[in-house]
């Protein structure tokens, strides 16, 4: 979907993506070896570079992936 050299940078990444994942469609994004990242992939790499995972209170040996979205506030892990 992007024609910049990593689509951690594109804006179409974070506003348009998850919405065209909420009507049923797949999101690739193009890396620049030609290789396709899916978009869940991208998140999950945005969320590790911002250190935005927290520890689930029922499990505090389990990591909890934070929505980009999500307005609550939240705890993050220590580097």
Known sequence: MC???DPIVCHR???ICP???SAGLEVYHFRKNDNLEVDQDLANRVL???NLYRISTKNK???KQLSLFDKQ???TMGK
Do not use: G, N, P, Y
């Open 3 to 5: 024609a910049e050299q």
């Open 13 to 15: 990444a974070i506003l």
């Open 19 to 21: 919405h065209l994942e």
């Open 48 to 50: 590790k570079q911002h």
């Open 61 to 63: 040996s389990h990591v």
């Open 73 to 75: 506030s939240t705890q």
